[in-house]
């Protein structure tokens, strides 16, 4: 039997992927390389547009469960990304170019699946998941209109730069609380003292930024709040946010350098965290500043930071319109469009924010569309598990007001017995949900 896939990003390569593990015939849709999105440049597929992390990979944490529970499903992203990896302490980053590609690589090879160039511009009568991603295009959008509700939010990408353009006097590397393994070549970070914070945050919330259409009524998602915006909410925000200095002390340092940045031997006033985008660590991006200002106002701005003052621009940050359907209204707790003939969605366009959450729903999407097409009940996954709780909380109609949501422990039910201490919760948590996924896979 044969089944469609629409899109091939982070849930459309693994809803391919595991349907053809389950001996179906998959037609892979994917427009690119013939067109693509504002935001997309890549003709490879699973492209990471934004950051190349994957977040924490402790599993006594939402990001690091989620992904523990994936790899017990079968997650082909989560295996390029182990290949792909860069340091980056705690957490999963890739060299994103190389995850990439050998994604495509992969995916290419399995003899049942078809790869079919161009842009779908019809919606599919059955057998389909439709993970077109919340940059979804304007004819299909339109498609959608039709058939299902959805909302729109903006998403916004931090700006990357050399590391050979980066002050190394100034800047230094390791991560907060000397945390991780590596901690000389995991982050590297530029500390401000208060005066140069003042200075960088009047120009950072005077900066000029790129106008949108609608941009009164924009809504922007807070998980990728464009760091002006958050600027503009206090003269702390940011710094009790992405610029946050706790867990460091500024390094020693030689000569006039020691009154650039803040005090050697001192917690900064403010810093700024870069982190690794390849493994050769030529690449970083700056953490936490996805924005939209324009380049030339990104360059203006961003070299007020202590050690960046010649930063080579490789990327400049970026804010693109998100697609995302009002799930509750229109899904069930296996992704499948009500009252449908096995229609299916996956990844970000359900409202699962994040990558290891769209390429969880592409998971779950491929089981569940293999599982009804083989007369097989729905699969429920317990409310327990971190995967289980997002189906629930997207399927949930008590939801008046849907917005994306990623991983969080709060999802999760309590436990039987009150534990004080949030890691001893959090491991607790994390111990409890992947008992009960072994338990019926």
Known sequence: MTVSVIGAGLAGVEAAWTLA??????????????????????????????????????????????????????????????????????????????????????????????????EVTRFPQKNAIIATGPLTSDVFADELKKKCRFLHFYDAAAPIITLESVDLNIA???????????????????????????????????AETV????????????????VEI??????????????KPVGFIVPPRSGDIACRGA??????????????????????????????????EQERVFRLIPGLENAEFMRFGVMHRNTFLDSPRILDSSFKLKGSDNIYFAGQITGTEGYAESAAGGIIAGLSL?????????????????????????????????????????????????????????AALAERALRDLEAIL
């Open 230 to 243: 958050l600027a503009k909410r206090g003269k702390d925000s940011v710094r009790y946010g992405c610029m």
């Open 370 to 426: 293999a599982r009804a097409l083989k007369g097989k009940s729905s699969l429920e996954l317990p409310e327990t598990t971190m995967t289980g709780a997002l189906l629930r909380y997207i399927s949930d109609e008590s939801v008046t007001n849907f917005q994306p949501l990623g991983a969080n422990m709060g999802l999760l039910p309590a436990l039987e017995h009150r534990i004080k201490g949030k890691r001893e919760r959090y």
């Open 172 to 206: 230094f590397f390791g991560n907060r609380y000397g945390k991780g393994e590596e901690t000389s070549a995991d982050y590297l970070n530029c500390p401000m003292n208060e005066d140069e914070y003042n200075v960088f945050y009047e120009a950072l919330v005077n």
């Open 21 to 118: 593990k389950h001996g179906f015939c998959v037609r892979l849709h994917e427009m690119k390389p013939q067109k693509f999105s504002p935001a997309h440049n890549n003709a490879d597929f699973a492209e990471l547009v934004c950051s190349n992390s994957f977040k924490s990979n402790e599993t006594a944490s939402a990001a690091g469960l989620l992904k523990a529970e994936m790899r017990l499903l079968g997650s082909l992203v989560l295996e390029v990304a182990e290949q792909t990896k860069v340091s980056a302490g705690g957490a999963l980053a890739v060299d994103r170019e190389s995850f990439s590609q050998e994604i495509t690589r992969r995916i290419r090879e399995v003899a049942n699946i078809e790869i079919i160039t161009g």
């Open 263 to 296: 005090r050697p031997g001192k917690r900064p006033y403010a810093l700024v965290q870069l982190r690794p985008e390849n493994d050769r660590r030529t690449l970083f991006n700056i953490v936490g500043f996805q924005t939209n200002l324009k380049f030339g």
């Open 211 to 226: 106008p949108l259409r609608n941009f009164e009524n924009l809504t922007v998602y807070e998980g990728c709040m464009p």
